[in-house]
């Protein structure tokens, strides 16, 4: 069953990646939205804000690709819708997320995984792709080593990442233009794409593997991720434990979600990342998991950075889930979830929100996936 999920994870890539038309340039791409828009969330479905939209961009949920609910046969079924929402644009971008399961939910199924980025410009017959965040059964993988990649593009693909920007890949059409060469310009630098220069908001950088650290945890100006005890600027996401952390409540779909938290900053294995805190989406595609290393959330006065006694105090039933060595693990039930406190060497280092239909086998696959 594996063996066949990941040859269809080869052919789906190398779709995307398509062969570079003879005579295209290739240079670096980081991935990074080059057009003036607003980012429409489509989540799993084919329904938009604005269809009418030009630039149009889109994010799509593309993470629950299973065998057991037919959940990857339901994604076949909405790509056309998708590729015909983009057919008639002039400029476009795309952002997506991928994740195949053998077993609807379970991350230990798991497997392939990423984040990928793409445009298509007519007006100067470019386009581009960007992969991050790449693996396959869990482990970092390099796509430039999948079959049929193109040779020309290897420099610039790494373990777990890559992107190139082409021009003369995507046929020009002349009547793309922005109200004659007068109006408001729909690029965040055109010269990155025109060629004519490349300095400027939304440059590429180059070298094999594409930019940031390996993996993608975290993002420039952020905290690094969930677990991180250094809030992250600007951040404003913050509250008590009651059936979640502070607004990220158990239950909320995705979308609901990023109406309430703003964009994730990363998407890996099924999780949504945001400044301070990580939110898996589980089965019925709702918010199973919340874990957070922030002082912003907190239980009374149960809270990162609190002393184990203070910690305890402040909690009522709780009971150890958890003991090795100067680590620890409280579990408060309440109806419906349950909270997790998690201490080492006297200090509390983590809260999670956790529903009471997870296992605690289950929990604690959330909790190292989380920090992936």
Known sequence: MRGAILAGVVVTLATAIAAPAFGASVKPWNG???????????????????????????????THQDISQLGLVTFLTKEPARAAAAENKCWYYQQDHW????????????TYHWDGHYFFDKRYGAGGVYVENFTINHQTAD??????????????????????????????????????????????????????????????????????????????????????????????????????????????????LIRRLGKPIRRPHGFLHFCDLAVHIGRHHRAD????????????????????????????????????????????????????VGVKKGRVTFLIAASSRLTNAQVGGLFVESAR
């Open 99 to 110: 994740t195949g399961q053998v077993i609807a939910g379970d991350g230990s199924t798991e």
């Open 143 to 256: 796509p430039s080593q999948l079959p049929g990649f193109p040779a020309a593009w290897k420099p610039y693909f790494g373990p777990g990442r890559g992107g190139v920007m082409m021009s003369g890949q995507v046929k020009a059409d002349p009547q793309c233009q922005y109200h004659g060469g007068t109006g408001p310009s729909p690029y965040v630098n055109e010269g990155e794409i025109s060629g004519q220069h490349s300095s400027g908001p939304g440059s590429s950088s180059g070298g094999k593997g594409g930019t940031g650290s390996k993996g993608g945890k975290g993002a420039p100006g952020t905290s690094g991720g969930a677990g991180s005890k250094t809030r992250a600027a600007g951040c404003k996401i913050a509250g008590s434990a009651r059936h979640g952390l502070g607004p990220a409540h158990l239950g909320q779909t995705r979308a609901a």
């Open 289 to 340: 998991f919340v874990i957070s290393g922030a002082k912003a959330f907190h239980s009374g006065r149960a809270r990162v950075g609190a002393r184990l006694r203070t910690a305890r105090a402040a909690l009522h039933h709780e009971h150890v889930l958890l003991h090795r060595g100067s680590s620890w693990v409280f579990a408060v039930n309440h109806r419906g979830w349950r909270l997790l």
């Open 32 to 62: 990074v939205n080059p057009f003036v828009c607003t980012m429409q969330y489509a989540g799993e479905g084919t329904t938009f804000q604005n269809p009418k939209a030009d630039p149009f961009c889109v994010d799509y949920d593309k």
